[in-house]
Structure formats: C-alpha cells, structure tokens
C-alpha cells in the first residue's frame, strides 16, 4: 500500500504544486488520481516514486519510507512517466534485460514474462527494433512491459493511456484489474472521469495541489445527481 501523511513541494519559492496533502492506496485496489493540467498530479508522482524529494512530510510504500529507505521502497514499485521517451538509443529487447538485470531477475523468469506481455501488448515484432523508431504507443508499451518485469506490489502509471491503440488501452485496464485481484495496488493518474468510473475502486481528485475529494465515483455522483460525469468534474475543480 501507498501511505502519504501532509506532503508539500513549492518551485521556485512561490509557486505551491503540491499543498499538504495526505492519502492511502490500499492493497488490492485500484485508485485513480484525478484533476485537470496542472493540479499536481504529475509532481505527486514524481514524489512517491523519489524522482522528486516532497518539502515536508512523509511517503511509505508498503511500510518503506521513501526517505529514509529510498531503495527498499523503490523495490516495490513499477512506474510508467507521462514521458515514455527514454532510452532510446536500446533496442526493446535491450532495455527489457536491463531492467531485468536492475531487478535480478533470473532469465526464465524474464523470458516468460517478456514473451507473455510483449504477446499481449502485440510488441513482439518490434523488440529487435531501437526504441527511438517506435511511436509514442509502442514507446509507452514497452516501458508498460518493463514496469512489469520484476512483478511489483505496487504499480504506478502517470496517464497510462495516452496514446494507446484500443486494443492496447483494453489490455492494460485487464492487467491492472488483474494485479488488485491479485492483491497488488494500481495508482494512475487521469484526467477522465469516464475511464475512472469502469475501472476504479476509489478516487482522488486534486486541482490546484489540494485533494478536493477521495472516495467512489457512486459517492461522487450521489452529490450531484443531475449532472453528467463532465459537469461534476467541472463542478468540484472549480472550487
């Protein structure tokens, strides 16, 4: 599970992205993290995975603090960025066995896996291939297949659907649901209430570095009745 306890991050002295905020992520769920561009999602991310360090208070990934114990927490956790855009110069096959090789993982393990989800994905033509010659759907797959590679409790998708094909966008959510029953925990970023609503067990909405909401989409809409999932969205960032 994910614990985060009153975490702040300000740039530059003044702008506040993130302002004391606090929530959980159960094992064996799956939460979306909602808001519009700009309302701290990204640098939420970006603190729980230790690409940023929060100004004040602390992040426990399954018990870790992610201060205290950076390597341990990172252990467990696979994350997907808003970027897919790196190590381009490695064809797929390369940077899967890195990131297996980061991980020790032993090479049946791997191969299974890789074959497994390079299969799912319909990415397996492409692993002899550089990364920099994939668009950006094949480059958000594979970073996807790494992220899976060492199987982690937690995973961790910054707008993990941007970009995807159909077919490729149906096959995640199937992995993501696959992973809460399997008792692991989903947190991914989104701007869309729609997806939120067929695939999330809770929500958090966050405009302006402030949670303005946590719970479901039905408690959610219980509060606003008479409006569409847009109007609602609309309604709570507003304030």
Known sequence: MIEIKNISKTYNKTFVAVDDISMEISSGSIVGFIGPNGAGKTTTLNMITGILEQDSGTIKING??????????????????????????????????????????????????????????????????????????????IMVIGTLIHDPNVLILDEPLTGLDPQSSFVLKEIMKDRAKDGKAVLFSTHVLEVAEKLCDQIVIISHGHILFTGTLHDLKSKYEDLSLEEIFLEVTKK
Do not use: C, W
């Open 64 to 141: 870790f603090d992610t201060l205290e114990n950076p390597t341990e927490a990172k252990k467990e956790f696979g994350f997907v960025s808003d970027s897919p855009n790196s190590f381009l110069s490695l064809k797929g096959i390369e940077y899967l066995n890195f990131i297996a090789d980061v991980y020790g993982i032993d090479k049946e393990t791997r191969n299974k896996r890789i074959k497994h989800y390079s299969k799912e994905l319909a990415l397996e033509d492409a692993l002899g291939d550089k990364i920099s010659s994939y668009s950006h759907g094949m480059r958000q797959k």
